[in-house]
């Protein structure tokens, strides 16, 4: 086993991994920027290193800053957490280079599967369904206007190097398909720095169900009890539950051996996501996450497994500690709330600035994790989530109580946040009857300050 981690990465993600290092006996270095001096996760560790000034570019993603810390603070692997580099093939493979551990998937896999046409290809070759669309990226030359006739409008242009819902444009008629394809590859190009994109079929009413996998090193595979990620607001994820209201056991088990067969055709090891759409009783692939997910807790406490432990164990070369029967297991409903620091009556403006008071929900069933404190500053640079609240209980009308409980009881003082928009959706009839699709917010009105968007 590992003597020591360094964990690239800040926020809540990096108390994450430090908490599990501590229970496993493992040392953990945090690296930090000038932004970051006051957060909690240089406290909690047993080292810190600076490693560069605020923006993100100067330092969590400097990976000769990262490397160099871990090599003088003698640490055998790294954590990257989720965003920053832990998707970067080609700083794992710098990892492995200085003989670090990566705690993540082997650069091959993830090339495989990172570029989001890339991984439908390998969707399609593992006999999973995708949505229908083009084979690939749109290449220079072809007849855009005749290959979108023929999937079919509306269709949905999407950037391959895409994330967090960004280069992603409806088109539901010829005339706006040649300057929506030009708009989404620029906004690719300045986000991720390519601008491929490709075009599939629009679903009108879907639902996000993802799968959570587990693979070792010695080609043992496993699928967790999916995650419904329906609640977005402009393709980002707000509320997370598991088991998904929506689901039959039948298509439960399907989607799993169809997250197996993917995970095993692409030679693909540690933790991961298989993300579905879901709509009238079929389900298509969309992409897959090769990393440790936000939303991770909320299989924690329905599979009651420790993801975080499982990573690094898995990382060290440990062989999965239970097979599928086990990793099926329900053992409860659950529920995530992503507390942003955001003004959600002001197109969610982010609100940096100084928590002067906070009080954070406690009890039965109720876990937070978060890097904030009262007195906390958080900073400019980076996303603007500072809490995430995850209630468990027996079945889903307890999990909704308890998470209204528990929203009543957070309170920040200084700082806007989205906990009250929460409260809004876990109280709404149709969030409660489970029947919804991805535009529950638009639908539903929750927003209506909200500006158009497509
Ligand atoms: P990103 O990586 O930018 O988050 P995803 O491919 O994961 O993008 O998609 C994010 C969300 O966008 C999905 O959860 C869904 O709400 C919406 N979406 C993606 N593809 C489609 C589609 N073909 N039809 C309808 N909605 C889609």
Redesign the pocket.
């Given at each position: 086993m590992f003597k020591k981690i360094l964990i690239a990465n800040r926020s809540e993600i990096a108390v994450r991994v430090i908490r599990a290092c501590r229970e496993m006996g493992i040392k953990s270095v945090a690296v930090y920027s000038d932004a970051d001096r006051e957060s909690r996760h240089i406290s909690m560790a047993d080292e810190a290193v600076c490693i560069g000034p605020g923006p993100s570019k100067l330092s969590y993603l400097d990976q000769e800053a990262v490397l160099t810390a871990a090599q003088m603070t003698g640490a055998d692997a790294i954590h990257p957490g989720y965003g920053f580099l832990s998707e970067n093939a080609d700083f794992a493979e710098a990892c492995a280079k200085r003989g670090i551990v990566f705690i993540g998937p082997p650069p091959e896999a993830s090339r495989k599967l990172g570029f989001?046409s890339a991984g439908k290809a390998v969707a399609i070759a593992a006999n999973v369904p995708v949505?229908p669309?083009t084979q690939g990226d749109v290449e220079a030359g072809v007849d855009i206007a005749r290959v979108a006739a023929d999937i079919g409008y509306p269709v949905?242009i999407?950037?391959s190097a895409?994330?967090?819902?960004?280069?992603?444009r409806v088109v539901r008629q010829a005339s706006e398909l040649k300057p929506q394809l030009e708009a989404a590859a620029a906004e690719a190009k300045a986000a991720f720095g390519d601008g491929s994109v490709f075009i599939?079929?629009?679903?009108?009413r879907?639902r996000?169900v993802e799968i959570q996998i587990a693979a070792d090193k010695h080609g043992e595979v496993v699928a967790f009890p999916e995650r419904d990620?329906t609640v977005?607001r402009r393709?980002?994820?707000l509320v997370e539950e598991s088991p998904s209201p929506a689901l039959t056991p039948d298509i439960r088990r399907d989607m799993q051996a169809a997250a197996v067969r993917l995970a095993k055709s692409a030679g693909y090891q540690n933790v991961g996501t298989v993300?579905f759409?879901y709509q009238d009783g079929k389900f298509?692939f969309?992409?897959v996450n090769a990393r440790l997910q936000v939303e991770h807790p909320v299989t924690e406490a329905v599979a009651g497994v420790d993801l975080m432990e499982l990573m690094i164990r898995i990382a060290a070369g440990e062989r999965l500690p239970f097979g599928q029967e086990r990793a099926s297991e329900i053992r409860c409903h659950a529920i995530e709330h992503r507390i942003n620091a955001e003004d959600p009556d002001n197109n969610f403006m982010p609100c940096p600035g100084r928590i002067e008071e906070l009080e954070l929900p406690g009890g039965a069933g109720v876990r937070v994790d978060t890097h904030a404190y009262p007195g906390y500053t958080i900073p400019s640079y980076y996303d603007s989530m500072i809490a995430k609240l995850i209630v468990s209980a027996a079945d889903r009308p307890t999990a909704l109580r308890r998470a209204l409980r528990a929203l009543g009881e957070l309170k920040v003082r200084g700082v806007k946040t989205t906990a009250g928009l929460h409260a809004k959706i876990v109280a709404h009839p149709v969030f409660m009857a489970g029947d919804f699709d991805?535009h529950f917010i638009e639908k539903t009105k929750l927003l209506d300050k909200e500006d158009a968007h497509g």
């Open positions: 989001k949505v669309g949905l999407k950037a895409g994330g967090g819902g960004k280069g992603m599939e079929k629009l679903l009108e879907p996000h990620c977005q393709h980002q994820k993300e759409l298509y969309i992409e991805t």
